[in-house]
């Protein structure tokens, strides 16, 4: 299954989603390929890497894209918007697909604890979804809510 996790810039909440996601598919052994975008480009926040090398996963690689940057953009099996859409306005994705979305509060410009209390949650998000693709399911918004416990 090819996931896409949008974002508004592509600079945190998103990148940690990819790299949570990835790391559960290659423990857990599920073929996910992975992929996140936005609607702007920006950079990857310092912030956002130090936080994810702090649990070992780096994000040194990483760069902000647009959706059209990403390898076959039309042709994902799940979307997962993780933008707080009372605060940001998330990329729509108007091809055909399962979306899902939760929303993570943006950690920008707040103490490193806020960044990892953000890190932590999608993580458990990420968790639950990959354990629930393994099992051949796809959860519900709400479910990935509740797994991420925000």
């Known amino acids: 299954m090819r996931v896409l996790v949008l974002c508004t810039h592509n600079s945190a909440r998103s990148q940690m989603a990819e790299a949570w996601l990835r790391h559960f598919a290659r423990e857990l052994g599920v073929a996910l390929e992975v992929h996140s975008a936005g609607t702007e480009k920006a950079f990857v926040k310092e912030e956002a890497k ?20 990403v390898p076959d953009p039309w042709d994902f099996g799940l979307v997962l918007t993780v933008c707080d859409q009372a605060k940001e306005a998330c990329p729509a994705y108007p091809a055909r697909t399962e979306k899902r979305h939760v929303s993570f509060p943006d950690p920008t410009g707040k103490p490193l604890e806020e960044w990892r209390k953000v890190r932590d949650a999608l993580g458990r998000m990420a968790r639950f979804l990959v354990e629930a693709l ?3 399911r796809l959860p519900s918004d709400e479910e990935l809510r509740q797994a991420a416990r925000l």
């Open 50 to 69: 130090r936080v994810m090398a702090e649990v070992g996963l780096d994000l040194s690689g990483h760069f902000s894209k647009t959706l059209l940057e």
């Open 134 to 136: 393994k099992e051949g």
